[in-house]
């Protein structure tokens, strides 16, 4: 049975006690498909928490005092410091690996931001990241997948997290590149909640007569999506127990890591995160702390810069453990913290500028920040999380982050540090690779993830491989 469609009366009846009627504002000349587009996007607002949200986050800041007793978290060190260490790795490695033997992890991605730094119209995946063959993020993380797979003998599937805004596009790319070699069963696409941008005055906005100005809700958002999706049926029907998760943003990010997957496991961990030491006091990346035993992340934004640049005894930085987004996830965690259809993470806010319209329904022209945008990060499910643990990562093997067009972080910088990794890894297999006077690489490097997984997989094939020309594109396919 359909729906009876939403009338301007139930739908006031639903605004007014929240002093939302200005939604309305253009209905009477809006047709049939548009008010029940608009209908669509009102309904799906989560109005019992709406009234606080505003009072909370939009009527006033939220209090971002820091709690007093603010300590370093704790962390596994990048290599074990001991014997009794080096055998909980080795045990950890091999728990993954009979992990992903088995068939008990699946990748998860997030790819639902809206990319505005780097400034690219379309799926931040869709973006040519690989510096020869220009292969895109979506390619590079897809064809290392084909790898693992072969790897672990085992499907590993594939949760890629969209927003409304670039869900098809996603989707079409995939279908258009034959998913590069996956099973289009082991790649599952879902796409995330969103959130209404909220005026100063506490008014939601409209970004046309017919439409709330919406933006994805944050990648704390793809906890509950993954529920609400049907995602989370699917792992349990596919006995995954663990997922594996990145962003999209990443193409270093060494997607399934039998260490972490089986550390992870083994310590009952709910929530385990990779660590960086960070490359200084104001590197853009949150600080793993810890409070009253719990562990959390603070913002570099929210971190006072005394206590950022505070040195210990041993003269290095105190909150010297940065996050690179990498972790891994209990599947039952998931279950728990979404149970009832509800997740209950903080919000962060944004003032920003957000496009809406005017009294007669034509663009406004705002030349100042006038709305909060309200997100949730999926790093504050860590004081919710049971045993979580934090495992450092090698930043030149594993983090060439693409936020920025140029710069720190940015597309130069990526593939500076991707030729840098095929570079220690050919070197590592025997392989002669010609330098320029000053020690850099002469030519252009590329390995193909879709054999080259890790060094490992460069190793074995070492005797095989040609040295590159000097001054040569040379790519290892
Ligand atoms: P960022 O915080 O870098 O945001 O996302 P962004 O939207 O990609 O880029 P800017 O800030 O607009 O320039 C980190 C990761 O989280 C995902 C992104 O796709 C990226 O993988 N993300 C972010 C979501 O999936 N959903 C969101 O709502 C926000």
């Given amino acids: 049975m359909t729906p009876e469609p939403a009338t301007k009366d139930s739908l006031l009846a639903l605004l007014q006690p929240h002093g939302q009627e200005h939604l309305l504002h253009f209905w009477d000349q809006l047709d049939e498909a548009a008010r029940q587009r608009l209908a669509t996007q009102l309904l799906a607002v989560d109005w019992a928490s709406m009234d606080s949200w505003i009072r909370d986050y939009v009527q006033k800041e939220p209090d971002t005092a820091l709690p007093p007793n603010l300590e370093p978290a704790p962390h596994y060190p990048l290599a074990p410091r001991s014997p009794a260490e080096a055998a909980i790795y080795d045990g950890a490695r091999r728990r993954g ?152 943003d990443n193409p ?100 920003k500028k957000v496009p809406c319209v005017d009294e007669q329904g034509a663009p406004a022209k705002s030349h100042h920040p006038n709305a909060v945008k309200l997100e949730m990060f999926i790093f504050d499910a860590l004081p919710l999380a049971n045993h979580p643990l934090i495992l450092e990562a090698d930043r030149a093997e594993q983090f060439a982050p693409v936020k920025n067009p140029t710069g720190v972080d940015s597309v130069e910088s990526s593939q500076r540090l991707q030729q840098e990794r095929a570079i220690r890894w050919l070197e590592a297999a025997g392989v002669t690779v010609p330098r320029q006077p000053n020690g850099a690489l002469d030519g252009t490097l590329e390995l193909s993830p879709r054999r080259f997984l890790d060094r490992d997989d460069v190793v074995a094939a070492g005797p095989t491989l040609a040295a590159p020309l000097p001054g040569a594109a040379t790519v290892y396919e």
């Fill in 97 to 248: 690996e009979t992990l992903l033997h088995e068939g008990h992890v699946a990748g998860f991605m997030v790819a639902g931001g809206q990319g505005t730094r780097l400034g690219y119209d379309g799926p931040k995946g869709t973006f040519p990241i690989s510096p020869l063959r220009q292969k895109t993020l979506f390619q590079l993380f897809a064809e290392s997948l084909v790898r693992a797979q072969a790897k672990y003998g085992a499907a590993i599937p594939w949760f890629i997290m969209t927003s409304p805004g670039n869900d098809a596009a996603t989707r079409t790319f995939f279908k258009e590149h034959a998913f590069f070699g996956l099973k289009p069963d082991d790649v599952f696409f879902f796409t995330q909640g969103t959130m209404p941008a909220i005026g100063l005055d506490g008014k939601i906005l409209l970004q046309a007569p017919d439409s709330l100005a919406l933006s994805p809700n944050g990648h704390g958002g793809s906890l509950l999506a993954l529920r609400q999706s049907g995602a989370l049926d699917r792992m349990r029907k596919r006995n995954i127990q663990h997922l594996s998760y990145w962003q999209v």
């Fill in 252 to 351: 270093l990010v060494q997607m399934v890591d039998p260490l972490f997957i089986g550390l992870h496991d083994l310590t009952n961990s709910d929530l385990s995160s990779r660590g960086l030491v960070k490359t200084g006091p104001t590197e853009k990346l949150g600080n793993y702390c810890q409070v009253n035993g719990k562990l959390t992340i603070i913002e570099y934004s929210d971190m006072p810069e005394a206590l950022a640049a505070a040195k210990g005894p041993d003269g290095r930085l105190r909150f010297r453990i940065g996050s690179p987004a990498i972790h891994v996830l209990r599947r039952d965690f998931i279950e728990r913290l979404t149970e009832g259809g509800r997740l209950s993470l903080p919000l962060h806010r944004a003032v």
